[in-house]
């Protein structure tokens, strides 16, 4: 259950650490380090507010939560540009599993085969990716934004982007400027 209250009885250290990250995050040089502190105070704000006991657990709450889907719905109406922004992000999409595309393709296919040629053996070989349902040239649904940033995150954080890949950047530059832009103007 979802309890956008529990954020405020938070420790307040542990709350101001939350926006602490969120305020470090134009010190950064790397193009990586603004996504995971943005992911950090994201996360922690996120087991607070759910309670859950995992991350795919706090994930599918608020994917879920009607509060905020409204919001994001919201954003999207009154925001061009967080309409725009999640528009070029979806161009980008699909996202692959690479956990998946590791077991099932090798460990080198993300390097050895070009992006057509590993995308056609991705979806022959059914390797797991983001969003789920969702058709090209669509606005995506909150849940479908979601799962897909937080795909982003996990690819990131097991290892498997690159800042020297553009694409890479890119979507960890888009996934981490919509966060930031939804936890900013959603409240």
């Not at 897909?148 to 990131?156: E, F, K, M, S």
Request: hydrophobic content about 40%; glycine content about 6%.
């Amino acid at each position: 259950m979802v309890s956008f209250s529990n954020f405020r009885t938070l420790d307040p250290d542990m709350a101001d650490t939350a926006r602490e990250l969120i305020g470090e995050l134009n010190r950064r040089r790397s193009p990586f380090l603004p996504f995971m502190n943005t992911w950090m105070a994201f996360n922690g704000w996120m087991e607070s507010v759910t309670g859950g006991g995992s991350d795919a657990a706090m994930i599918t709450a608020l994917a879920e939560n009607r509060r905020m889907t409204d919001a994001y719905s919201e954003l999207l109406d009154r925001h061009a540009e967080f309409r725009d922004r999640v528009k070029a992000f979806a161009d980008m999409w699909p996202v692959l599993n690479v956990r998946d595309v590791r077991k099932k393709l090798g460990y080198d296919a993300l390097w050895h085969m070009d992006r057509d040629a590993l995308f056609e053996a991705c979806r022959r070989e059914d390797v797991k990716m983001q969003p789920i349902g969702w058709t090209e040239g669509n606005l995506p649904t909150w849940a479908q934004l979601l799962r897909t940033i937080y795909l982003i995150r996990c690819n990131l954080f097991h290892g498997a982007k690159s800042p020297q890949n553009g694409r890479d950047r890119d979507l960890v530059r888009q996934a981490d400027a919509i966060l930031r832009y939804f936890i900013r103007d959603s409240q």
